[in-house]
Structure formats: C-alpha cells, structure tokens
C-alpha cells in the first residue's frame, strides 16, 4: 500500500545543534516533495519545496535533499533554537507527473523540540 | 497582502446537523484545497477547486461537498455529521500551476 513515513514522532535536541528529519515513502513517484511547518493551533506553513530531478534545496538555515532511489527526504535545520520548536510535516502529490495541483499527501508529522 | 481566512474558527454541532465552512483565499489566488487534521488521521486531503470546478477528490464519503464560486470562495459543507468528522478543518489556497500551498488557520469543528 502506498505510505508516507516521518520516521520520528518526536525528536528533542539541544539549541545550536543540526536537528534532522526524515521522511521516507513507498509506492509513491512523486514528482516534488514539500516540508511544512505546523505550529500549535495553527495552519501549516510552507518551508522549502524539492523537485525529483534536485538533489538539495537551502534556504537559510534549512537544508532539504531528496533521494528518489531511496525514496526518502531529509530535512536539516542548522544552529537549531528553541523558536525552531513546531511540528514539521513532508508532503508529497502522489498521483503521476505532478499534475495533481492543490491536491498533496502528508505524513504525520515530526514534533521538534529544541531545548535552551 | 493578506493572507487566508476561515470562518468560524470554531464550531460546535451535534449528531444529523450539517454545516458550512467558508474559506477566502489570497488575493490572485484560483485554486482552493480542503483538509481535515485529526490526531489519529492527521492531514488528509478533501478536494480541491480551481476555476469554480472541483478539480481533485480525495477518498471521503458524499457527505462532504464543497463549491467555489467566481471570486475563488470556497466553501465546504457536511451533512448528517457523526462524531467522527470532529476536527480541525482547512483550506489551502495556491497560485495557478504553484505546488506550493498557503494555509489558513482552520475551523475547529466538534460534533456532540
């Protein structure tokens, strides 16, 4: 069955270190590959988007790389602080030749913590 | 610019009720998409309208409909709503041809 799997429900580190989030999926060719922000009570926010044809994305002090043999995202954010604190979600269009506008899969998010 | 709205933000019903959400999206914006966030499901995809015609479905029952008219408003309505369709409800919108999705900050809905 198809599946979108944020390999860490929760993940706590300290400030000013690489927090790292994975997000990896099955029976998917998805043409790009999107990270969101959530905070609580709030929509989600568009951070970075990847196509399958980049390998890495940078935006300030984030860091997306995209693996489509390995079906799997990765998403870094450097020198981490505690306002980095929030729930990040992958998404992803599953259906062929990102054609599927407005139209995106997620999983189920990643709850970061950054402690001072 | 400003950026999507929602109303209500919350919203409580009871068992049979119906209701109507309604979502403005950014200005220029023609494509308008529908979520619902629970904590076991989590984000999962309702439909999405462009142009007044809805252009994507996901996998939810008759029950959830939606429309959108000449300004890009969208609404969305349930019927017959059970305790299950408490959740958080949201609408994106995005420029045409743009993966990338603006979100508002949701409809709290619960069903007694």
Redesign the interface.
């Given at each position: 069955s198809q599946k979108i799997e944020q390999n860490s429900e929760a993940l706590n580190i300290q400030e000013g270190k690489t927090a790292t989030l994975t997000c990896n999926y099955t029976n998917y060719s998805p043409a790009y590959l999107q990270w969101y922000r959530q905070d609580p009570g709030r929509g989600p926010v568009f951070l970075l988007l990847i196509r399958e044809n980049e390998k890495e994305k940078r935006k300030e002090r984030l860091k997306v790389t995209f693996d489509t043999t390995l079906k799997q995202s990765l998403f870094h954010i450097t020198a981490s602080q505690p306002a980095d604190s929030a729930t990040y979600l992958c998404a992803l269009d599953i259906d062929a030749g990102g054609t599927s506008y407005g139209k995106l899969t997620f999983g189920q998010g990643t709850i970061l913590t950054v402690h001072p | 610019k400003a950026g999507?709205t929602q109303t209500p933000r919350y919203l409580i019903k009871t068992r049979g009720q119906q209701v109507t959400l309604s979502c403005s999206p950014i200005s220029g914006h023609r494509?308008?998409?529908w979520?619902q966030q629970t904590p076991g499901q989590?984000?999962?995809?309702l439909f999405?309208y462009?142009s007044e015609t809805q252009?994507?479905k996901?996998n939810f029952p008759g029950r959830f409909s939606g429309r959108q008219f000449s300004n890009s408003r969208s609404e969305m309505n349930v019927s017959t709503l059970e305790l299950g369709d408490s959740a958080l409800y949201?609408c994106?919108s995005?420029l045409t041809?743009?993966?990338?999705?603006?979100?508002?900050?949701?409809t709290r809905l619960t069903v007694l």
């Open positions: - | 999507v494509s308008v998409s979520y989590g984000l999962q995809f999405e462009f252009r994507n996901g949201l994106a995005s041809y743009s993966f990338e999705q603006f979100f508002g900050p949701g």
